[in-house]
C-alpha cells in the first residue's frame, strides 16, 4: 500500500516557467489538501477537494489552481512560477472531511525557483 | 494572520527527559487539536489528537494537557528516546464543515542521547 504518491520529489525551475505538481492517493479517500511548508511557517493549506468535483481555496491559493482529476488524483499548477513559491509542498488526503479523522500526508515535493 | 502560536521552535532535551511543547489558539470555534510529528524528508504523521471535552489525553508516552479557558494546549513527551527526534505541529480545525487544519509553526525536538 503506497498510501499518498508524490511527484516529483524534486524540482528546479525558472522564474516564469509552468508546472504541475502531482498527487495521487490508493486508500479510496475522499477528500484531498494541498500545503505549502516553510521554516517557521508550518503547513499552510493551499487548495483542497472535499470530494470528487468539488475545490476550494486554503489560506494561499493565490498564483496556484488545482484540479481533482478523479478520486484518486489531485494536482496543483503553477502557472508562472515566481521565487516566493520556493517551498516544500505536501498532499494529504482524508478519508472523509466530516468529524476528525487524520490527514495521511505524501514526502513532500522540494521546489526551487530561481 | 497565524491563528495557532507554538513554542518554542526550537528544544533540546536529554534522553528519559521530558519534553514540553506549548500551543495556544485564537478561535474559539476550535474543538479539533492534533499534533502530527514530522522526520527529515517525509511527510507530517499524526501523532495523537484530543478534543475540547475533556482536559488530558495519554497515548504510551505521549499526552496532550489541554486548557480551555486559557485557549492552551501542550504536548509532553515522556521518557524521551533519540528516536523522538523530529520536528512537532500542533494543530486546530473546526469539525463542522470540511476539515482545514491551521498549524503551528513547528518545534524541532531533538533528544540527544
Known amino acids: 500500500n503506497a498510501g499518498v504518491t508524490q511527484t516529483p520529489k524534486f524540482q528546479v525551475l525558472k522564474t516564469g516557467q509552468s508546472m504541475t505538481l502531482q498527487c495521487a492517493q490508493d486508500?479510496?479517500?475522499?477528500?484531498m489538501y494541498w500545503y505549502r511548508q516553510d521554516p517557521g511557517m508550518g503547513l499552510r493549506l493551499i487548495y483542497y477537494?472535499?470530494?470528487?468535483?468539488?475545490?476550494d481555496k486554503g489560506e494561499v491559493p493565490n498564483g496556484y489552481n488545482v484540479s481533482r482529476l478523479n478520486k484518486r488524483e489531485f494536482s496543483l499548477r503553477l502557472e508562472s512560477a515566481a521565487p516566493s513559491q520556493t517551498s516544500v509542498y505536501f498532499c494529504?488526503?482524508?478519508?472523509?472531511?466530516?468529524?476528525?479523522?487524520?490527514?495521511?500526508f505524501g514526502d513532500g515535493t522540494r521546489l526551487s525557483i530561481l | 494572520q497565524q491563528q495557532v502560536k507554538q513554542s518554542p521552535q526550537s528544544l533540546i532535551v536529554q534522553k528519559g527527559g521530558i519534553s514540553i511543547i506549548n500551543c495556544a489558539y485564537e478561535?474559539?470555534?476550535?474543538?479539533?487539536f492534533p499534533w502530527y510529528q514530522q522526520f527529515p524528508g517525509k511527510g507530517p504523521a499524526l501523532l495523537i489528537a484530543?478534543?475540547?471535552?475533556?482536559s488530558e489525553k495519554k497515548e504510551g508516552r505521549f499526552t496532550i494537557s489541554f486548557n480551555k479557558s486559557a485557549k492552551q494546549f501542550s504536548l509532553h513527551i515522556m521518557d524521551s528516546q533519540p528516536g523522538d527526534s523530529a520536528t512537532y505541529f500542533c494543530?486546530?480545525?473546526?469539525?463542522?464543515?470540511?476539515?482545514?487544519?491551521?498549524f503551528g509553526q513547528g518545534t524541532r525536538l531533538t533528544i540527544n542521547p
Open positions: 484530543i478534543r475540547p471535552d475533556v
Open positions: 494529504a488526503s482524508l478519508e472523509r472531511t466530516m468529524g476528525n479523522q487524520p490527514q495521511h
Open positions: 486508500m479510496n479517500h475522499n477528500s
Open positions: 477537494s472535499a470530494s470528487e468535483g468539488t475545490t
Open positions: 494543530a486546530a480545525s473546526i469539525s463542522q464543515g470540511a476539515q482545514k487544519l491551521v
Open positions: 478561535n474559539t470555534a476550535f474543538d479539533y
